[in-house]
């Protein structure tokens, strides 16, 4: 498990709210809505979320883990 930690580089909160802000579903949707359908949107968004959910929780992870508590 020490070496998985090691490995996984720091994720600020700068960094999350960044990726929420700029991938927020009405700028996605702005962005590329004019020639794609709903399912492409769906597995986008979702694929999008996941990935910001991930990093969210690797920062609180890593919050706990310095002793920084929000």
């Known amino acids: 498990m020490k070496n ?4 996984v580089p720091y ?11 700029t991938y927020a579903l ?4 702005h962005g590329h809505g004019k020639d794609k359908d709903a399912s492409y949107f ?12 991930r990093l969210e929780a690797i920062q609180v992870q890593q919050e ?7």
């Open 4 to 7: 998985e930690d090691e490995r």
């Open 11 to 21: 994720v600020s909160p700068e960094l999350c709210r960044y990726l929420r802000e």
């Open 26 to 29: 009405p700028l996605v949707l």
């Open 42 to 53: 769906v597995g986008y968004m979702s694929g999008l979320n996941a990935v910001m959910e």
């Open 64 to 70: 706990e883990d310095s002793g920084i508590y929000r």
